[in-house]
C-alpha cells in the first residue's frame, strides 16, 4: 500500500495527516501511521478539535478534573487541544530528531475568533507555544491583513509558525515577506534563526469548489472545460513564487545566517467534487521541498492506488497561468474568489470553534460533582 506513499516522500514531499484525536493517538495509531505510511506530521484546526471531542468518552476524565477545579469553558479548552497536541508531539519526536527540525510536527490553532485582531493574535500564539510547551510545535496563525504583521512578530520572537488559509498568490508573496521580515527581526534580537521553521497552508480544494460553482453558472463549453483546473493552476503558480521569493538577495542573506525556507504546505487536499481522481491534490502537486497534509481519506487512496510520477509542478507554469487567463476571460472575478474563500475559511473554523465551546461547555456540566 505504501509504495505511492514512499515515492512521494522520496520526491520531497512530507506526508502529514490532517486529523488528531485523543483516541488516535492513545490506540497506537497515529504511531502506526508514522511507521507504515510516512506520515511526518499533523495539522489541526478547530473543525478537526470539534469533531474529536464531541461526545467522545477518552475526554470524560481531564474534563472531570477541569469541571471539579470550576475553570471557564475558553480555558477548558485550551487545555484539552493542547493536552492532544502535545501528546501527538511526543510521538512525533523521533521524526523532528531525524529529520533535524524540519518535519515530526503538529500544529495547534489560534483561536478563529481573534483571526483580525494583530496584538490578540501574537498574545494568543505566545501563550500557546508556552502551553504546549515542545519544540515541534507550528503555532497557526490566519493569513489574513491583520495575521500578516502578527506573523513577522510571532516569527521575530523564535516561534515557528504555520501560516494557514491563504488562497491568492498576492496573499502568499505578502505571507513569504512577513516571515522573512519575522527572521530579520529574530537575527536583529540574536536569536538562533536555524531553529525557526515555518510552512505556509495554501489552501487548494476550496478553490476548485468555488471557481466551479460559478463556472455552472457561467455555462457554456468554455467554461465547462475548464472546471476542476483552477485549484491545481493556484498552487503551481504560487510554488513559482516560492521559488522566486527563496532564490533572492534578501533571502540568501537571511539563508547565510542559518535560516531556513519557509515550505510551500498544500492544505484542503480532500477532493470535494467525486467526479475528480480522490488524489487529484496529491499526485498533481509534486514538487521537491513541500508539505501535503491530507485526510485520511485521501492518505490511504494515495497509498493504495496514486500515481506519483515525479515532479508536477515546475515546468508547468506556463499552463497554469493560461488556466488562470482564461478564467477570468470566461468572467471568473480571481479577486473575489479569494475574498470569499478567506471570509468564508475564517467563519467556518469560527463557526466550528464556537460549536466546540457549547459542546465543551455542556460536557462540563454533565460531568462537574453533584452538590452536596
Known amino acids: 500500500m505504501t509504495d505511492a506513499l514512499k515515492r512521494l516522500s522520496d520526491e520531497g514531499v512530507a506526508i502529514w495527516l490532517d486529523d488528531l484525536s485523543r483516541k488516535r493517538i492513545t490506540s497506537g495509531n497515529l504511531a502506526e501511521l508514522i511507521d507504515s505510511s510516512h506520515v511526518v506530521g499533523v495539522t489541526t484546526n478547530p473543525t478537526i478539535f470539534q469533531k474529536a471531542i464531541s461526545g467522545d468518552p477518552a475526554y470524560d476524565e481531564q474534563v472531570a478534573d477541569l469541571a471539579v477545579r470550576r475553570v471557564t469553558v475558553e480555558e477548558a479548552l485550551r487545555m484539552i487541544t493542547t493536552s492532544d497536541v502535545r501528546d501527538a508531539a511526543d510521538v512525533l519526536r523521533p521524526v523532528f530528531d531525524a529529520t533535524d527540525g524540519q ?13 483580525h485582531n494583530t496584538a490578540a493574535t501574537v498574545a494568543e500564539a505566545k501563550q500557546l507555544a508556552w502551553l504546549v510547551d515542545r519544540p515541534n510545535t507550528f503555532i497557526k496563525i490566519p493569513a489574513t491583513e491583520a495575521g500578516l504583521p502578527a506573523i513577522a512578530d510571532v516569527i521575530g520572537r523564535g ?47 476550496r478553490v476548485d469548489t468555488e ?18 483546473k483552477a485549484a491545481v493552476a493556484n498552487a503551481r503558480l504560487a510554488y513559482q513564487a516560492y521559488e522566486e521569493v527563496f532564490s ?20 484542503s487536499t480532500g477532493v470535494k467534487d467525486p467526479a475528480y481522481p480522490d488524489t487529484l491534490y496529491v499526485t498533481e502537486l509534486v514538487a521537491p521541498n513541500t508539505v501535503n497534509t491530507m485526510p485520511e481519506a485521501t492518505l490511504q487512496a494515495t497509498g493504495d492506488h496514486g500515481e506519483v510520477t515525479g515532479d508536477t509542478i515546475t515546468g508547468n507554469y506556463a499552463d497554469a497561468q493560461g488556466v488562470l487567463d482564461a478564467l477570468a476571460g470566461v468572467g471568473v472575478d480571481y479577486d473575489d474568489v479569494v475574498k470569499v474563500l478567506e471570509d468564508e475559511g475564517v467563519e467556518k473554523f469560527e463557526a466550528s470553534w464556537n460549536d466546540l465551546l457549547k459542546s465543551t461547555e455542556a460536557e462540563l456540566k454533565r460531568l462537574a460533582p453533584s452538590e452536596a
Do not use: C, H
Not at 518535519?103 to 483571526?115: C, F, H, N, T, Y
Not at 547565510?256 to 510551500?264: H, I, L, S, T, V
Open 103 to 115: 518535519d515530526g510536527r503538529v500544529s495547534i490553532e489560534v483561536d478563529p475568533r481573534l483571526a
Open 248 to 267: 533572492s538577495d534578501r533571502w540568501a542573506a537571511l539563508e547565510k545566517a542559518g535560516a531556513r525556507k519557509q515550505r510551500p504546505l498544500w492544505a
Open 211 to 228: 471557481i466551479d460553482k460559478r463556472l455552472d453558472k457561467i455555462g457554456g463549453d468554455q467554461a465547462k472545460g475548464l472546471k476542476g
Open 159 to 205: 516561534i515557528s509558525v504555520n501560516v494557514t488559509l491563504i488562497f491568492s498568490l498576492d496573499r502568499y508573496r505578502a505571507v513569504m515577506d512577513a516571515y522573512l521580515t519575522g527572521l530579520e527581526k529574530a537575527k536583529a534580537a540574536g536569536l538562533d534563526l536555524s531553529q525557526i521553521r515555518s510552512v505556509a497552508s495554501f489552501f487548494v480544494s
